[in-house]
């Protein structure tokens, strides 16, 4: 089916019917690759060289005035469809780089990644010959990378202090809610006291760019069969997630905040959890923020 078509259909479809369709498709059961490369349940846009080199290019040159990394670790939470980040990085000086998702999602087309070599060799002029590898596991070993697919447990197996940067783009409003805060925690414990965090957050609702998805009751949006569902955010607002940052046991830097010039949900249609907050914070829908160890 043609992407633009299948694309002008998708931003059609009301984000109830969204949700029922995603309901139904996800108990299909065939593999997320599939699905991805006829357009449903796409983890990002990191499958587009030029996408993957501008968000690690957009966290290294944000935190660039913060610190000074030279044969430094480097960590992607949530690399979604490519593990282009591998290449990005070490044209960028990694000497090591972790990429941890919750599974395995990237693509395994070694064409793609020989693409995406030829991107960074035309930007950075660095040449990675990777015409020979046969295999992914090959060009990650060459990159020094290690891709795990276990989510927390994968943070859990990682070092104490063995990371000097760990960036994401618009991951963390992804994280279950009951996990994220130990998430946080496990970033804290592999950062280097000296290192530093960027993320990038979208605080919408992942069905159409609204706040649709507070008009739930938490105890039907955290059931396993929503979160399970393809449509699932935390829902964490920005000033409580800026709250569990610090409880982590970092200081948050917000260095980039947008939002909505009005309220995009009537409070009437909001669940009662969410119609206590300020319009000021109900419009926030993205924001970038560093982290500092505290």
Same mark, same amino acid.
Request: hydrophobic share 35%; charged share 25%; aromatic share 12%.
């Given at each position: ?9 998708? /931003? ?18 065939? #593999? *997320? ?13 990191? !499958? @587009?060289?030029?996408? &993957? *080199? ?14 000074? +990394? %030279? ?6 939470? /949530? ?32 064409? &793609?990644?020989?693409?995406? &070599?030829?991107?960074?060799?035309? %930007?950075?002029?660095?040449? +990675? ?28 197996? +990682?070092?104490? #202090? ?22 946080? !925690? @496990? ?7 000296? /290192? ?25 949006? =955290? ?16 000033? %409580?997630?800026?709250? +569990?940052?610090? @409880?982590?046991?970092?200081?948050? =830097? ?41």
């Amino acid at each position: 089916m043609n992407r633009k078509y299948l694309s002008d259909i998708k /931003g059609k479809v009301p984000w109830w019917c969204k949700i029922i369709i995603k309901m139904i498709l996800s108990r299909i059961p065939l #593999r *997320y690759r599939i699905w991805s490369r006829i357009g449903f349940f796409k983890h990002g846009h990191m !499958k @587009q060289p030029r996408y &993957a *080199y501008d968000v690690f290019k957009h966290h290294y040159d944000g935190i660039s005035s913060h610190v000074n +990394l %030279k044969n430094y670790t480097v960590l992607e939470l /949530g690399p979604g469809d490519s593990l282009f980040t591998a290449i990005v990085a070490k044209a960028f000086g990694a000497r090591k780089c972790y990429l941890v998702d919750t599974s395995s999602y990237a693509t395994f087309d070694l064409e &793609a990644y020989r693409k995406m &070599a030829k991107f960074v060799s035309e %930007k950075t002029m660095l040449t +990675l010959d990777i015409e020979n590898t046969k295999t992914l596991d090959e060009l990650l070993s060459l990159c020094n990378t290690h891709y795990g697919t276990n989510g927390l447990e994968t943070l859990r197996a +990682l070092p104490d #202090r063995s990371v000097d940067f760990v960036f994401s783009q618009a991951v963390l409003e992804h994280v279950r809610k009951q996990d994220f805060l130990e998430t946080l !925690k @496990q970033i804290r414990r592999i950062i280097k006291d000296d /290192g530093i965090c960027s993320h990038s957050i979208d605080m919408k609702d992942h069905l159409g760019g609204n706040l649709n998805n507070l008009r739930f009751p938490e105890k039907i949006w =955290e059931s396993n069969f929503f979160v399970r569902s393809g449509f699932y955010t935390n829902r964490i607002r920005r000033n %409580k997630m800026l709250e +569990l940052i610090k @409880q982590a046991g970092f200081n948050p =830097e917000i260095v980039r905040l947008t939002h909505w010039s009005k309220l995009p949900i009537s409070r009437k249609n909001l669940s009662n959890e969410f119609k206590c907050l300020s319009d000021e914070e109900l419009m926030t829908s993205e924001f970038d923020v560093i982290l500092h160890p505290a």
